[in-house]
C-alpha cells in the first residue's frame, strides 16, 4: 500500500507545549501536503511540500520532508485548544491523468486548556 | 469564494430508495473528488473528475453513480445501498489534478 502511516496515533498535550506529528510513506512522491479535520466535519488544507523541498513554515506549523527516508513531520507550536483535532498526511505519487491523493490513518491531537 | 458546498448535511435513506447528494464551488476549480470516510479513518478516495470528465473510477460499486453537469457542480447517485455504505461522503475540488484541495463540509449519510 502506498498508505501514509502517521505516528502516533494519539497524541495529548498542553495549551503552549509543541507537538511534532510523522508521517512516513512508501513510494517516490511529488509531493506531502498535510491536513486538520476537526470531528465529523471537512478536511482543511494546512500546508504542501514538493519533493525537491526539506523545509516549509506557514505560521506556527512547520513541516519537513527527508525523502531518503520517505518521512515527514509537522510540528506545531505554542499549541491551542483550538489545535484540537485529526491530522492526516497526504501524499501524491501519481502522474498526468492518473492524479489522487492517497491518505495516511491519522493523528488525533488533544490539546488540554 | 473559497468554499464548497455540499448538500445535505444528513442523509437518513433505506436500501431501496434512490437519493442524490450534491457539491458545488464557484473558484474556477477543473478537478473535483468524491470521498468516503467512516469513523476513525482517512478519507478513501471514490471518483476524481477533471475538466468534467471521469478520469478515475477507484473501483467503486454500482449502486453509486457519479455525474458532473457542468465546471461547478458535482453529483453523486445513490441505489440500493447497503448498512455499510454509511459513512461522511465528502467532496472536494482543486485548481487542476495536482495541488491542495478544498473540502466540503460533507453529508453523513445513514442507510437503515
Known amino acids: 500500500s502506498q498508505q501514509g502511516e502517521e505516528d502516533p496515533q494519539a497524541l495529548s498535550i498542553q495549551e503552549g507545549e509543541n507537538a511534532t506529528m510523522n508521517c512516513s510513506y512508501k513510494t517516490s512522491i511529488n509531493n506531502l501536503q498535510w491536513y486538520r479535520q476537526n470531528s465529523g466535519r471537512g478536511l482543511v488544507h494546512l500546508i504542501l511540500i514538493r519533493s525537491n523541498e526539506r523545509e516549509k513554515h506557514s505560521g506556527r506549523l512547520r513541516v519537513t520532508l527527508d525523502t531518503s527516508k520517505k518521512s515527514s513531520s509537522l510540528l506545531i507550536t505554542a499549541s491551542r485548544a483550538a489545535d484540537t483535532a485529526s491530522y492526516f498526511c497526504a501524499t501524491d505519487h501519481s502522474g498526468g491523468s492518473n492524479y489522487k491523493l492517497t491518505f495516511g490513518k491519522g493523528t488525533l491531537l488533544t490539546v488540554n486548556p | 469564494d473559497t468554499e464548497v458546498t455540499q448538500t445535505p448535511k444528513h442523509l437518513v435513506m433505506g436500501m431501496t430508495n434512490k437519493k442524490s447528494l450534491k457539491c458545488e464551488q464557484h473558484?474556477?476549480?477543473?478537478?473535483m473528488y468524491w470521498y468516503k470516510q467512516k469513523a476513525k479513518k482517512p478519507p478513501e478516495l471514490m471518483f476524481v473528475?477533471?475538466?468534467?470528465?471521469?478520469?478515475i473510477n477507484e473501483s467503486v460499486p454500482s449502486r453509486f453513480s457519479p455525474e458532473c453537469p457542468n465546471s461547478s457542480l458535482l453529483n453523486l447517485h445513490l441505489h440500493a445501498l447497503q448498512p455499510e455504505d454509511s459513512a461522511l461522503y465528502l467532496c472536494a475540488s482543486s485548481l487542476l489534478l495536482t495541488g491542495e484541495q478544498y473540502f466540503g463540509p460533507g453529508t453523513r449519510l445513514t442507510v437503515t
Open positions: 473558484m474556477g476549480h477543473r478537478a
Open positions: 473528475y477533471s475538466y468534467e470528465k471521469l478520469s
